[in-house]
């Protein structure tokens, strides 16, 4: 390292080959390593290397196109830097490279190459000397050395001159005053050039400027053209005093990352004028008092800020999301009702109810402008319409719509937002829907609210409390904003399928609207306004060419589908579009065409005679089309042996019918139960059998061979059918003890009754939930007759009209009445056992 000349670097040195930029001597400079040569150079020399002699490498600039670049050695610029690498980073994103700090040291020219893989390895020959970077200033090149001492003194007076119109409360600034006092002149062309901003192709002629005189002269006009454009900028900003700070704010704002000066007067105004537009942006954003000083307390941060720090960017869209938030901003409700009403009506038949609420609210609002929100709560099955009418709410009233699907959430930060203190903060769903909607007052669909989940990040349907509490949503605190924002006027609408699952405080904030499944007069009605004519224009087609009876809808909704809303019915009505569409397009080209006439299917042989249309789907193009149909409503076929009777069930897709089946064998009076029952089920099963046991004399039910205890020498086994499906709940206890008495007395149940109801030891009958659901799954399946409990009956003022007039309704208080209405002819011992007895008065 060290000879009689001076301080040397070593004469063979491995060379690192870079298009990022151009290392100049006395600069610091990043570069980022990535090819295979530059890699193996850093992993087998740098880093394995222990001597200071081995962090020393030149670095050559690569003058090849990168996107052209092969793994051959590309011609070598002649002259390079020699630089100590200061720092070594690895990284294996977005792919392995490495990441090196080097320091510029001296200029070097290549005079032969020793090897080219594993990485370069070329004998140099030094062209500066070290020593010039730790010489005193004024043992430099002087004003008397002639036409070189004047190119100095001219080139360091147009630095200082460059000095003073920066901000020195800038360090880098203050930096670049230190070096200019303490470098020899003779450093000063490669330092200035590495620091303003210049081109690499400028830079590369400074570093291959060799002489002292040659180097001034091409550094001084990069210098000159930096001086003036700082000049002009200025000038064009003496307008007016905020033109002043904003000036001030470009000067603080310009640099770098390094060490190099951003003095571009394009990129300073266009810095300038963002921050200005910011703030002017801020205090047009009409927010409260509390958000506005949190807003400019930021504002000024980012104003001392330089671009290269990470802080600022974060800074940055926390401010321009503070100022797009709709804190003022509203839509103006639409309180026509009678508008409103014929809308409502249009979208959506049937739901008196939903609609109903929609309408009081808007009265309410017309006498008191000042109302907040309501939040509401739709629960019914998948398919009745519960997204779409929310829509359809918003479309009513006039407001924007946003739809929040909560189904899988398991983090509270997808409601309350992230703190801005991790990576990757962001604003939670409520705040970045009020920025999409750009509004204060939209209606907010929160969809799928009783499947939230809970997880180590937290529960959301807690963090939910706080959204959906009209004594709190008026100041709600998004953990990102970290500033109270008012939700009071937003219209929150919920959907669910129970609310067994929602939690119960949760529930008590929300006002719950049931929404119950569709009867089948409803359902024609639904195809055809609604599903038909939208299916017709989905498909390309016109009702000039596919006509849907009513006798055949009906046919689809009573023998295709199964279901309390209209999802499959739409799926079965696009079927038939799909293979109407076929006919119409092959009657457009080819003369053979088959089509679909009301006496089903025809093969069509006449040359050129296209379908008739429209084309009229009838019961046996519906079935050449669906198949077979999947639903058979006549149930009696499964009443042929004793031991068979018809319950009613509510899941959350809506009522459902439910067989229980019983057989008897000789055994030691075992009760077997199977079809996945619940213990609540199993446990009405075990109350029925006591109960049929205490009452067997009066009911003169026996076992298999007469004795008067029906358990006596006989197992018995209870089915209820299907047995994939998980069952449990109170409402079977009735079907339970009519299927047994059944079994029990040799008799057959009605085949056209169906029941529901909880029975108690003493024989009573307790009210239960779901019963229009369960009333419509009765309906549905083609029963006649159906049992309820006394206390439901009030529930069946909720049933249509036609429905209550179709079906025969018994509603029954005790066992007593429930055998006497199950059974042809009533049940043996009824009348004398349910003869009240007489009381007489002692008094």
């Not at 040195?13 to 980022?32: A, C, D, K, Q």
């Not at 370069?120 to 062209?127: K, N, R, S, Y």
């Not at 055809?528 to 006798?551: A, K, Y």
């Amino acid at each position: 390292m060290t000879s009689g000349g001076g301080i040397q670097i070593p004469s063979r040195l491995p060379l690192l080959l870079t298009h990022e930029g151009v290392l100049l001597p006395g600069s610091t400079v990043r570069f980022s390593v990535d090819s295979a040569r530059n890699m193996h150079l850093v992993s087998q020399r740098l880093l394995k290397g222990t001597s200071l002699k081995s962090t020393i490498i030149g670095v050559i600039p690569n003058t090849r196109d990168p996107e052209h670049d092969t793994d051959d050695l590309p011609t070598l610029h002649k002259i390079g830097t020699a630089g100590i690498a200061v720092q070594v980073v690895g990284s294996n994103w977005p792919k392995p490279h490495y990441t090196l700090l080097i320091t510029g040291l001296c200029r070097f020219r290549v005079s032969s190459l020793l090897k080219e893989r594993p990485f370069v390895l070329a004998e140099v020959e030094q062209l500066d000397k070290l020593e010039q970077y730790t010489t005193p200033a004024t043992e430099g090149v002087t004003a008397g050395d002639g036409e070189l001492g004047e190119l100095s003194q001219k080139f360091y007076q147009a630095a200082v001159q460059l000095l003073g119109m920066l901000d020195m409360s800038v360090p880098v600034v203050a930096k670049f005053r230190r070096l200019l006092d303490s470098l020899p002149r003779e450093t000063l062309p490669d330092v200035v050039a590495s620091m303003i901003r210049t081109s690499n192709k400028e830079k590369l002629q400074v570093l291959d400027a060799l002489s002292l005189e040659e180097r001034f002269k091409k550094a001084l006009p990069m210098l000159t053209r930096q001086i003036e454009g700082l000049k002009l900028l200025q000038k064009t900003r003496k307008t007016s005093p905020d033109n002043e700070k904003r000036v001030l704010s470009v000067r603080k704002g310009g640099v770098f990352p390094g060490r190099q000066f951003n003095l571009d007067e394009e990129d300073e105004d266009e810095d300038g004028d963002d921050t200005a537009v910011l703030e002017r942006k801020v205090h047009g954003a009409n927010m409260p008092e509390a958000a506005l000083r949190v807003c400019l307390k930021e504002l000024k941060r980012l104003k001392k800020m330089p671009q290269s720090m990470p802080e600022y960017a974060l800074t940055r869209n926390y401010l321009d999301l503070m100022v797009e938030l709709p804190w003022s901003k509203s839509t103006k409700d639409c309180l026509d009702i009678r508008a409103a009403r014929t809308l409502l009506d249009n979208d959506h038949y049937a739901m008196d109810k939903l609609k109903r609420r929609v309408l009081e609210y808007l009265a309410v609002r017309q006498l008191k402008t000042s109302l907040k929100g309501p939040i509401l709560c739709f629960v019914g099955p998948p398919g009745v319409g519960k997204t779409s009418v929310g829509r359809s709410i918003a479309r009513t009233l006039g407001r924007e719509f946003h739809r929040i699907a909560l189904g899988g959430v398991c983090d509270q930060s997808d409601i309350r937002g992230h703190r801005r203190t991790y990576v990757g903060s962001m604003p939670g769903r409520i705040i970045n829907g009020l920025k999409t909607v750009g509004v204060n007052n939209p209606v907010f669909l929160l969809d799928e609210v009783d499947k939230l989940g809970k997880s180590l990040q937290g529960d959301p349907a807690a963090a939910l409390l706080e959204v959906l509490d009209p004594e709190q949503n008026h100041s709600f605190t998004d953990h990102y904003l970290n500033v109270a924002f008012d939700l009071s006027q937003v219209l929150f609408i919920a959907t669910a399928n129970t609310t067994a699952t929602i939690p119960p405080a949760l529930l008590d904030r929300m006002e719950v609207l049931q929404v119950p499944g569709y009867t089948q007069e409803e359902k024609v009605e639904i195809a055809h306004r609604h599903l038909i004519p939208n299916q017709l224009e989905q498909h390309g087609l016109t009702p000039q060419q596919l006509h849907i009876p009513q006798d055949t809808t009906q046919d689809i909704i009573s023998r295709y589908t199964r279901e309390a809303g209209v999802r499959s019915l739409e799926r079965k009505i696009g079927a038939i579009c799909r293979a109407v569409a076929v006919k119409v397009a092959e009657s457009h080209r080819v003369p053979k065409t088959e089509t679909l006439i009301p006496d089903g299917p025809v093969e069509q042989r006449d040359k050129m005679a296209p379908p008739e249309m429209p084309i009229v789907i009838d019961h046996i193009a519906l079935k050449d089309i669906l198949g077979p149909p999947l639903f058979e409503m006549e149930v009696s076929e499964r009443f042929t042996l004793p031991g068979v009777a018809l319950g009613l069930a509510w899941t959350p897709l809506g009522g459902e019918i439910m067989f229980v089946e019983a057989s008897r064998m000789e055994g030691e009076g075992q009760l077997t139960l199977t079809g996945q029952l619940g213990d609540v089920m199993k446990e009405s099963a075990h109350l029925a059998i006591s109960w049929l046991r205490t009452n067997a004399k009066t009911y003169q039910l026996t076992n298999m061979v007469g004795a008067p205890d029906p358990l006596e020498g006989t197992d018995i086994h209870l089915h209820f059918p299907a047995g994939a499906v998980t069952k449990d709940g109170p409402s079977a206890g009735v079907t339970i003890v009519t299927c047994l008495a059944s079994l029990f007395s040799g008799r057959l149940v009605r085949s056209d009754i169906a029941m529901t109801g909880e029975i108690t030891l003493r024989g009573l009958v307790l009210p239960v939930g779901g019963i229009k659901d369960k009333v419509l799954a009765a309906y549905r399946a083609g029963v006649k007759c159906v049992i309820l409990p006394k206390r439901n009956e009030k529930d069946l003022e909720e049933l249509p009209a036609n429905i209550r007039a179709d079906l025969d309704f018994v509603t029954a208080g005790n066992l007593d009445e429930v055998l006497n209405a199950a059974f042809d002819g009533g049940f043996q011992g009824t009348a004398s056992t349910r003869a009240p007895p007489q009381l007489t008065s002692k008094l």
